[in-house]
């Protein structure tokens, strides 16, 4: 017997989309979170930034309902980004940071 190598395969996984931005007033954020349809439901968390610039995860986790999905959010001043969970394959992803000026 002999053996033999094959080439190597490199595999990507997908990214969920997430975009996080303010409303006109900048009071409130607008979390968007885009799987692919079917993809079943994600879940992810609000990170606030600390003064010394390291972040904190807020206690609740928001479940979304498989498909794309807006929410608006209520939150003090500060800057905010959110963190959707790797799950189905996909990898997870971390939004742009927004500030609130509320």
Not at 21 to 43: E, F, M, Q
Not at 54 to 75: F, I, K
């Amino acid at each position: 017997y002999t053996g033999a190598t094959s080439p190597g395969v490199r595999l990507t996984k997908k990214t969920v989309r997430a975009h996080l931005s303010t409303d006109a007033a900048r009071t409130r954020l607008r979390v968007n979170v885009d799987p692919n349809k079917g993809s079943g439901y994600w879940t992810f968390r609000v990170q606030r930034q600390r003064a010394s610039g390291t972040w904190r995860t807020l206690p609740r986790t928001y479940t979304t309902r498989g498909n794309q999905e807006t929410r608006t959010l209520n939150r003090n001043k500060g800057i905010y980004r959110i963190k959707v969970q790797a799950k189905y394959g996909y990898r997870g992803t971390t939004s742009t940071p927004v500030t609130l000026q509320r």
